[in-house]
């Protein structure tokens, strides 16, 4: 079996029930998998075999679900790409994943089109206006439109119109390519199993008791793994409605809690204080929402009880990207008991927390957290060093540091990582040092972040010029701009003569962020 039973599943038992609203479209279970069925046949004629990648570019929509659907269907994997992210950087990545088909939405159509080289090979469609030497999405769906020797949930048509039945797609198959910046500044794909999305489904049903009864609403972009996996997923496997929002706007979220019957939904603390700003919030009636889920960052006692409403429980999930995202989460009954705790370990995943030599430590002491379980990712696209790096007999080294209380709840310290999570995107230094130290402007160059009380951490450059050279804040910005995505860019930089190293010349991180935290 593969992910696209769990809507054949509902489609029969349930066919006229809501599955997903996005926009004006409304998708029954039923609809939802002839959708499926259409995209599966359209992926098939490309060419899309067990193995090959296929990437999507756009903000939140059904043919994202669509899509991976279908690719599941066919043993393929599907790559979301963030749509925050500057054209060089998804030149990079799709230089590495080499997709076979390429699916674009406006109003990225324009600036992806002009990729030139990087698209070459690429069957490239459109969802809006079509550029030369690329298909409509309409068109492509219905040049490989199943007839009715196709109709079947698992069968669709290949290349030469012949019906195939894409059982390829197995629990084993990687499912899902997600691409997250690692220490180096160059990105890594994580990939995850059709299993691995199962499970971590099986983990959000538990922690959120979800139910075919549930409505769940997404504002987060699924091209995180906290937007898709999370509750959207978890929500089409259990039966529920999904409504889904291109973007995430203050305004429309909520209406739509007040006003179309949601129970559950993720917001993270940004969203939150965006939120906050609007004079609606303080008195909001959502008569049927039963749980606000939170995390992407260290949430303190004192920012979860900011933003803890009397009438609905804040429940913190914790994980990463590399665990699908689900490790360890609080369940309703626990959490205003625990606040300032990511909860316990996921019904299917086990945690330890180790010293620097991989021992675990003692009862109540921080350590490193380590996640094992059938959710944590298969490893990096292509990069097996960093996978055996991340990976020890399953366990994955998460790079942050917590301690369990006596009764098992698990709460984060800090990262030993550098990695700075600002409005819940991860910021890796290397990345942005790495454009910086091109430029001969400046004798040294550290990224590291500063606490933000609307966006938890801030981007802080801190640059020391060469002998001679006058550096004005706007001239980094200038060197970073179009290269990065804008959320990278720093909010603040600092001039110093010299910033602080070891006697071995490793720049001295924490030291740095103290004395910044000083002045």
């Known amino acids: ?60 929509s059904a043919e994202q679900l669509l ?12 790559v979301p790409l963030s749509w925050r992210l500057a054209p060089p950087e998804h030149r990079v990545m799709l230089t590495d994943c080499q997709p076979r088909v390429l699916v674009v939405e406006p109003p990225f159509v324009e600036t992806m089109a002009a990729q030139g080289d990087a698209l070459a090979g690429l069957c490239c469609i459109s969802i809006g206006a079509v550029p030369a030497h690329w298909l409509g999405w309409d068109d492509a769906l219905a040049q490989a439109s199943p007839t009715a020797d196709t109709q079947r949930a698992d069968a669709s048509r290949d290349s030469a119109g012949k019906t195939v039945l894409p059982d390829a797609g197995t629990p084993q198959s990687p499912a899902l390519l997600c691409y997250t910046s690692g220490s180096t500044g160059s990105p890594k794909g994580v990939v995850l199993t059709q299993e691995a999305l199962f499970y971590n489904a099986v983990n959000s049903t538990h922690m959120h008791d979800l139910s075919s009864t549930d409505v769940v609403l997404t504002s987060l972009p699924l091209f995180h793994v906290g937007g898709l996996n999370i509750q959207t997923l978890p929500a089409l496997h259990a039966g529920a409605t999904v409504i889904l ?33 609007d004079p609606r919030w303080a008195s909001l009636k959502a008569p ?80 490193e957290i ?28 998460t790079g942050d540091v917590g301690h369990q209380d006596t009764e098992g709840h698990l709460y984060v310290d800090g990262r030993c990582k550098d990695v700075i999570i600002s409005g819940g995107e991860n910021i890796y230094p290397a990345e942005l040092e790495n454009i910086l130290n091109a430029s001969a402007e400046f004798a040294e160059v550290a990224v590291v972040g500063r606490a933000h009380e609307r966006w938890g951490e801030a981007v802080v450059a801190v640059v020391v010029p060469k002998a001679g050279q006058q550096i004005a804040s706007e001239r980094v910005t200038e060197l970073l701009e179009g290269r990065v995505a804008r959320y990278k860019l720093p909010r603040e930089v600092v001039v110093l003569d010299s910033l602080p190293r070891t006697a071995l010349g490793k720049l001295q991180r924490e030291k740095l962020k103290a004395a910044l935290r000083s002045q």
């Not at 899509?67 to 599907?78: D, E, H, T």
């Not at 973007?247 to 993270?268: H, K, M, N, S, Y």
Request: charged share 15%; glycine share 8%; aromatic share 8%.
């Open 288 to 367: 049927s929402l039963r749980a606000i889920t939170t995390g992407s960052t260290i949430i303190g006692e004192a920012s979860y009880r900011k933003h803890l409403r009397a009438d609905v429980p804040l429940l913190q999930v914790y994980g990463a990207t590399e665990t699908c995202p689900i490790a360890a989460y609080q369940r309703a009954a626990d959490a205003a008991l625990h606040p300032g705790s990511v909860g316990k370990a996921a019904l299917h995943c086990e945690l330890r927390l180790v010293d620097d030599v991989g021992q675990n430590v003692a009862p109540l002491a921080s350590g």
């Open 245 to 277: 929002h291109p973007r995430f706007e203050p305004a429309a979220v909520i209406d739509a809690l007040q006003t179309q019957g949601v129970t559950l939904t993720v917001l993270v603390p940004a969203q939150l204080d965006l939120l906050a700003q």
């Open 370 to 397: 380590w996640v094992r379980g059938p959710s944590v990712m298969k490893g990096y696209w292509r990069k097996p060093a960093e996978t055996q790096a991340a990976l020890t007999d399953g366990w994955y080294h």
């Open 67 to 78: 899509l991976l659907f279908a690719c599941a269907r066919l043993g393929a994997m599907f």
């Open 1 to 60: 079996m593969n992910l696209s039973h769990w809507t054949l599943r509902h489609a029969q038992f349930t066919p006229t029930k809501v599955a997903l609203r996005c926009g004006a479209r409304v998708w029954t279970y039923r609809e939802l998998h002839h959708g499926i069925d259409q995209t599966t046949a359209m992926l098939a004629a490309k060419g899309v075999v067990p193995g090959d990648r296929v990437a999507h570019l756009g903000y939140n």
